[in-house]
């Protein structure tokens, strides 16, 4: 069954969450990105690699995954059709993903051999990044990892040892002013003058960036949900409050990319979701957001594409479906009668990468690339054996799942 | 730097209440304590009070208002060179493309309007205590308790010499008797003596005798103005480099404040031979030499130390021990001090990490 059947709603029959709709968008998503990538790779010549992308390192693999299969993403010849692995809808994907712009239109950021060490401690090793416009973009790494350092240097707060680097085309730090006045950021938690009102507080950066600031500081506050507050000292602010008030102030230069750290940080559920809604309008309104965060959920949730960092070095960047699709095994818990049975018959029938009783039932670990075929075929096989089956659900491979696979967390990465 | 970014400055130190009424109350409300607390005792019981301004408070007035404005001042500096930092507004500054520089410098005129004119309020309240509510100016001045007629220039103090050359001789050349003597016949001295004293010196004795028993006019109140302004804009600018090369408030106002009243009074007490030079380039030593002429040094009788009739500029002359130096060196240690913290401050400003 190929994906576009699949999309026009031939679904199977076992229980799969997520619609067929959102399995569309995902499979148009990555048909559009491929595409891209094609073209890219056309006009540019055949010799070039096909991801826009710096490469990345060969997706590691656990003992139960077979060979990758040869639509893997690290593979030339895989862009323009659907991987195998498309075909196998996530049960509940975070959000409807973008399609990652064309980095034709230029990269928002982009570095080349980025490097600043404090002492013998390298913060940031040899960094090539690419975020591409007109996305939103998550730069994922674990504490201490180099995440802020990037992003200090980038905004010139700090000077590179080593390395070229440019914001919106602009190089920087050569023509530092120029850039980051179509830029918004966030560094660390925002910080502002306690004793000031909040309007105060975005008169005083409305005054430093000059032009027309001063006049957005009411549709900014208003942007942001905190008009009503405004007038009230920052020292009287929430957390959420604060953060709010950052992006406040990223918004007073009408920025075309917004570089925020962490900015979930500190914040509560509600907090996330209102922050996640204000990030992914901006986006919509065609504005570039770089996000730094070590919150991997939030991230998959917010963000297009991401750059996995360890170390200060990046060890991976793309479009998230692309990084994830095929990069771990696919998974089935089992809930079924005697799971010991059907364990013997599923190892016995060869069709899985790996078997292992649990509590709730079985899991069933399927090889690299399978089709959701395999999975009613499975059922076929335990139902044909006289084992009851109540349940089959997809254990999908997360960007945390990913994450922790690729970063020294568990093990050398590649 | 633009006017906007200098009037944001302005609110941000202005809206730090506890610092701007700390600076109030040590300048401002002093003075007006002082001044009240006298006007009332005067109004209760006059025969025992004497008038609330005299010459003596308008002196000590001012030359603590010069004192305290220098640490306010400094402290207001080391405020507007650190606040950003340690708020960590910095950062967001710094992103916003804006020079640093610009940054910088506009700290300078927002912390200026904000320490100047609470100073000014200060002397003015002292100025018009003074004027209106003072003790009358005397007709005479007292010379060794030799009366002279007042408001004399240098001319008409010679041509008072001539024509009453005893009460002169007892006046500028007093024998052992001379000060404590009753009456100047009393102790005569030889006709002629005092006329052929130069008259440059006995005028400055003149002139420190009618200061010290005279409220100040006003041009000369306008000086003492001006220049304890300059004190203060010297303490701002060398609190606010201070600051900003620290990074640190309390370290930068604890140095000043060991520089003002410790450093400098122990510089300034006694000539250290080989260490003249040293000793002028603390800032307050210079600053001293253009103390205006009508107003005394703290603890000074007689005003003016060994540079005695050393008028310097504007009327300045040195009240400390220091013999003065020449008018281009005591400007060149001025400006030096304010361009150089000025020079630190923006340099550190321009290099630190955000």
């Given at each position: 069954?190929?994906?576009?059947a699949?999309?026009?709603?031939?679904?199977?029959?076992?229980?799969?969450g997520?619609?067929?709709f959102?399995?569309?968008?995902?499979v148009l998503?990555?048909?559009?990105?491929?595409?891209?990538?094609?073209?890219?790779?056309?006009r540019?010549g055949?010799?070039?690699?096909?991801?826009p992308?710096?490469?990345n390192p060969?997706?590691?693999t656990?003992?139960?995954t077979?060979p990758?299969s040869p639509?893997s993403?690290?593979s030339?010849a895989?862009?323009?059709?659907?991987?195998?692995?498309?075909?196998?809808a996530?049960?509940a994907p975070?959000?409807?993903r973008?399609?990652?712009?064309?980095?034709?239109?230029?990269?928002?950021?982009?570095?080349?051999g980025?490097?600043?060490?404090?002492?013998s401690?390298?913060?940031?090793n040899d960094?090539?990044?690419?975020?591409p416009?007109g996305s939103?973009?998550?730069?994922l790494?674990?504490?201490?990892?180099g995440k802020?350092?990037?992003?200090r240097t980038?905004?010139?707060?700090t000077r590179a040892?080593?390395?070229t680097?440019?914001?919106?085309?602009?190089?920087?730090?050569a023509?530092?002013?120029?850039?980051?006045?179509?830029?918004?950021?966030?560094?660390?938690e925002p910080?502002?003058?306690?004793?000031?009102?909040?309007?105060q507080?975005?008169?005083?950066?409305?005054a430093a960036r000059?032009g027309?600031a001063?006049?957005?500081?009411?549709p900014s506050?208003?942007?942001v949900g905190?008009?009503?507050?405004a007038?009230d000292?920052?020292?009287?602010y929430?957390?959420?409050?604060?953060q709010r008030?950052?992006?406040?102030?990223?918004l007073?230069?009408?920025p075309?990319?917004?570089?925020?750290?962490?900015?979930?940080?500190?914040?509560?559920?509600?907090?996330?979701h209102?922050m996640?809604?204000l990030?992914a309008?901006?986006?919509?309104e065609?504005?570039?957001?770089?996000?730094?965060s070590?919150?991997l959920?939030?991230v998959?949730?917010t963000c297009?594409a991401?750059?996995?960092?360890?170390?200060?070095?990046?060890?991976?960047?793309?479009?998230i479906?692309?990084?994830t699709?095929?990069?771990?095994?696919?998974?089935v818990?089992?809930?079924?009668a005697e799971?010991?049975r059907?364990?013997r018959?599923?190892?016995?029938a060869g069709i899985a990468?790996?078997t292992t009783?649990?509590?709730?039932?079985?899991t069933?670990t399927l090889p690299?690339g399978?089709?959701?075929?395999l999975?009613?075929d499975?059922?076929?096989?335990?139902v044909?054996?006289?084992?009851s089956?109540?349940?089959l659900q997809e254990?999908?491979?997360?960007l945390?799942d990913w994450?922790?696979?690729?970063?020294s967390?568990?093990?050398d990465?590649a | 730097?633009t006017?906007a970014?200098?009037?944001?400055?302005?609110?941000?130190l202005?809206?730090r209440?506890?610092?701007?009424i700390?600076a109030?109350?040590?300048t401002?409300g002093?003075?007006?304590l002082?001044l009240?607390?006298?006007?009332?005792?005067?109004l209760t019981?006059?025969?025992s009070?004497?008038?609330a301004?005299s010459?003596?408070?308008f002196?000590?007035l001012s030359?603590?208002?010069a004192?305290?404005?220098f640490l306010?001042?400094a402290a207001v500096?080391?405020?507007?060179g650190?606040?950003d930092?340690?708020?960590g507004?910095?950062?967001?500054?710094?992103?916003?493309g804006?020079?640093?520089?610009?940054l910088?410098l506009?700290?300078?005129?927002?912390?200026?309007?904000?320490?100047?004119?609470v100073?000014a309020?200060?002397?003015t309240?002292?100025?018009?205590v003074?004027?209106?509510a003072?003790?009358p100016q005397?007709?005479?001045?007292?010379v060794n308790?030799?009366p002279?007629?007042?408001?004399?220039?240098?001319?008409?103090?010679?041509?008072?010499?001539r024509?009453h050359?005893q009460?002169a001789?007892a006046?500028?050349?007093?024998?052992?008797?001379?000060?404590?003597?009753p009456?100047?016949?009393?102790?005569?001295?030889p006709?002629g003596?005092?006329a052929?004293?130069?008259?440059?010196?006995?005028?400055?004795?003149y002139?420190?005798?009618e200061?010290?028993?005279?409220n100040?006019?006003?041009?000369?109140m306008?000086?003492?103005g001006?220049w304890i302004?300059?004190?203060v804009a010297?303490?701002?600018?060398?609190?606010?480099g201070l600051?900003?090369?620290?990074?640190?408030r309390?370290?930068?106002v604890?140095?000043?404040?060991g520089?003002e009243?410790i450093?400098?009074?122990?510089?300034?007490?006694?000539?250290?031979?080989?260490f003249?030079?040293?000793q002028?380039l603390?800032?307050?030593?210079?600053l001293d030499?253009l103390r205006?002429?009508?107003?005394?040094?703290?603890?000074?009788?007689?005003?003016?130390g060994?540079?005695?009739?050393g008028?310097v500029?504007?009327?300045?002359r040195?009240?400390?021990?220091?013999p003065?130096?020449?008018t281009?060196?005591?400007?060149?240690?001025?400006v030096g001090?304010?361009?150089?913290?000025s020079?630190?401050g923006a340099?550190r400003?321009?290099?630190?990490?955000?």
């Amino acid at each position: 069954m190929n994906a576009i059947a699949l999309a026009a709603g031939a679904a199977p029959q076992h229980v799969f969450g997520g619609g067929s709709f959102l399995l569309a968008v995902l499979v148009l998503a990555a048909l559009g990105f491929g595409a891209v990538r094609l073209t890219a790779r056309r006009r540019a010549g055949s010799t070039k690699p096909d991801s826009p992308w710096p490469s990345n390192p060969t997706t590691p693999t656990t003992p139960t995954t077979p060979p990758a299969s040869p639509a893997s993403p690290a593979s030339p010849a895989s862009p323009a059709p659907p991987p195998a692995t498309a075909e196998i809808a996530p049960s509940a994907p975070p959000r409807l993903r973008r399609v990652v712009p064309s980095p034709d239109a230029g990269w928002a950021v982009e570095t080349d051999g980025l490097t600043k060490r404090f002492g013998s401690n390298v913060a940031v090793n040899d960094v090539e990044l690419r975020v591409p416009r007109g996305s939103a973009f998550g730069y994922l790494g674990p504490n201490g990892a180099g995440k802020t350092t990037l992003i200090r240097t980038l905004l010139g707060l700090t000077r590179a040892d080593a390395g070229t680097m440019s914001l919106l085309g602009i190089p920087v730090p050569a023509e530092r002013s120029r850039a980051l006045a179509r830029v918004g950021a966030i560094v660390d938690e925002p910080r502002f003058h306690a004793h000031l009102t909040g309007r105060q507080n975005l008169r005083l950066l409305a005054a430093a960036r000059g032009g027309e600031a001063d006049t957005r500081i009411a549709p900014s506050l208003a942007r942001v949900g905190l008009a009503d507050r405004a007038d009230d000292k920052v020292g009287s602010y929430s957390m959420g409050m604060r953060q709010r008030l950052g992006v406040a102030s990223c918004l007073l230069g009408d920025p075309e990319l917004l570089i925020l750290d962490e900015p979930m940080n500190g914040l509560d559920p509600a907090g996330m979701h209102e922050m996640r809604n204000l990030i992914a309008g901006l986006v919509d309104e065609g504005r570039t957001v770089m996000l730094s965060s070590h919150l991997l959920d939030e991230v998959e949730r917010t963000c297009d594409a991401v750059a996995i960092v360890d170390h200060g070095r990046v060890i991976r960047q793309g479009p998230i479906a692309e990084l994830t699709r095929g990069a771990g095994t696919v998974a089935v818990q089992l809930d079924c009668a005697e799971p010991a049975r059907a364990k013997r018959i599923v190892d016995e029938a060869g069709i899985a990468a790996g078997t292992t009783l649990t509590e709730a039932g079985l899991t069933v670990t399927l090889p690299q690339g399978s089709s959701r075929e395999l999975i009613a075929d499975l059922n076929r096989r335990l139902v044909g054996a006289g084992i009851s089956v109540y349940g089959l659900q997809e254990i999908r491979t997360s960007l945390e799942d990913w994450f922790l696979s690729v970063t020294s967390r568990l093990g050398d990465p590649a | 730097m633009t006017w906007a970014l200098i009037a944001t400055k302005h609110l941000e130190l202005r809206k730090r209440r506890g610092l701007v009424i700390t600076a109030a109350l040590l300048t401002t409300g002093i003075v007006v304590l002082v001044l009240g607390l006298r006007l009332i005792f005067h109004l209760t019981d006059p025969a025992s009070n004497g008038p609330a301004g005299s010459p003596d408070i308008f002196s000590s007035l001012s030359n603590l208002l010069a004192e305290f404005g220098f640490l306010v001042a400094a402290a207001v500096g080391a405020a507007a060179g650190t606040t950003d930092l340690t708020d960590g507004v910095f950062r967001g500054l710094v992103i916003t493309g804006r020079s640093r520089l610009a940054l910088y410098l506009a700290r300078i005129p927002a912390g200026l309007a904000v320490i100047l004119p609470v100073i000014a309020v200060a002397f003015t309240v002292l100025c018009l205590v003074t004027s209106y509510a003072g003790t009358p100016q005397p007709t005479s001045v007292s010379v060794n308790s030799v009366p002279i007629p007042a408001n004399f220039d240098q001319a008409g103090l010679q041509g008072w010499i001539r024509q009453h050359p005893q009460q002169a001789a007892a006046a500028f050349l007093p024998g052992p008797a001379g000060p404590a003597g009753p009456t100047p016949s009393s102790s005569p001295a030889p006709s002629g003596a005092a006329a052929s004293q130069p008259i440059n010196v006995l005028y400055a004795e003149y002139t420190d005798d009618e200061i010290a028993g005279s409220n100040p006019a006003v041009n000369e109140m306008v000086k003492i103005g001006l220049w304890i302004e300059l004190e203060v804009a010297v303490g701002f600018l060398a609190g606010l480099g201070l600051g900003s090369l620290t990074g640190q408030r309390t370290l930068t106002v604890i140095v000043l404040i060991g520089l003002e009243i410790i450093v400098t009074p122990i510089l300034a007490a006694h000539v250290i031979p080989y260490f003249i030079d040293g000793q002028r380039l603390v800032v307050g030593v210079a600053l001293d030499q253009l103390r205006p002429a009508a107003l005394e040094a703290p603890g000074l009788s007689g005003g003016g130390g060994p540079g005695g009739p050393g008028r310097v500029l504007f009327g300045g002359r040195g009240a400390l021990d220091i013999p003065l130096m020449p008018t281009w060196a005591m400007i060149s240690v001025i400006v030096g001090w304010i361009v150089g913290w000025s020079v630190i401050g923006a340099w550190r400003m321009m290099t630190r990490d955000a």
